[in-house]
């Protein structure tokens, strides 16, 4: 999954069993990832921002993207 906010995109990237989050900086061209918790579902629209977005029986995960 994938979204753009502002100058940066994000990618949800899985490698093997693990999950990162990616974030291309366009006005810089700089590059980060961060290895995640959780297996994120994907991108939501959730108070004017995106998030990541993960559910179980009980719970509704959210992650702020910086």
Partial sequence: ???QV???VYVLL????QLY???WDLVDNSFTS?????????FVLANDTYQLFDADEKYYY???LS
């Fill in 1 to 3: 999954d994938m979204v």
């Fill in 6 to 8: 502002g100058s940066k």
């Fill in 14 to 17: 899985q490698i093997y069993d």
């Fill in 21 to 23: 989050l990616a974030a």
């Fill in 34 to 42: 961060e290895k995640l918790d959780r297996k994120y579902k994907g």
């Fill in 62 to 64: 959210f992650y702020a």
